[in-house]
């Protein structure tokens, strides 16, 4: 769902930014370098460890842009934990919307450019309730990986919209 940064990109960079710190302060840090240079992307208890590392370890004892850095991994990390436990399910969900939308097959990057380009080109009417439902659920699944203590997704929820 996300286009960019890929997993691989931000593990990697997640990885710079461990191999970066003082390793005689956080020896535990090169573990987890090892970790990330051969990490299976959806490899999740792994992933957790790095998670509580940087919780335990790092967050507390760092401070400045190395503190917030330590913030930006976590979250980071987080983010592709719930991919890998939500993704494949929400995107073969919209996969079937677009199709049905559409009246078209493909796969999800070719049929959202189709979606858009319906959109601009007025093909599509911005006020049709299968459109507005689809953008509602791919929005609150989004969220749901990417910023699920979101209030406006939490409030989204409580009103009873579709977490699909």
Do not use: W
């Amino acid at each position: 769902m996300r286009s960019e940064p890929t997993r691989k990109e931000l593990l990697i960079s997640i990885r710079s930014f461990l191999e970066d710190l003082n390793l005689e302060v956080f020896p535990n840090a090169k573990k987890h370098i090892d970790t990330l240079k051969n990490i299976n992307e959806t490899d999740d208890s792994k992933i957790n460890e790095i998670v509580q590392f940087i919780n335990d370890d790092l967050i507390s004892n760092l401070t400045g842009h190395n503190r917030f850095y330590a913030f930006v991994a976590r979250n980071s990390l987080q983010i592709i934990q719930r991919e890998i436990n939500l993704i494949n399910g929400y995107e073969e969900k919209e996969i079937i919307r677009l199709e049905k939308l559409l009246n078209e097959k493909g796969d999800i990057k070719d049929l959202n450019k189709i979606l858009c380009k319906r959109i601009s080109d007025k093909e599509l009417d911005r006020d049709d309730n299968e459109l507005k439902d689809h953008l509602i659920r791919t929005t609150m699944a989004k969220l749901s990986i990417d910023q699920p203590n979101y209030s406006g997704y939490l409030k989204a929820i409580n009103d009873g919209y579709s977490q699909d």
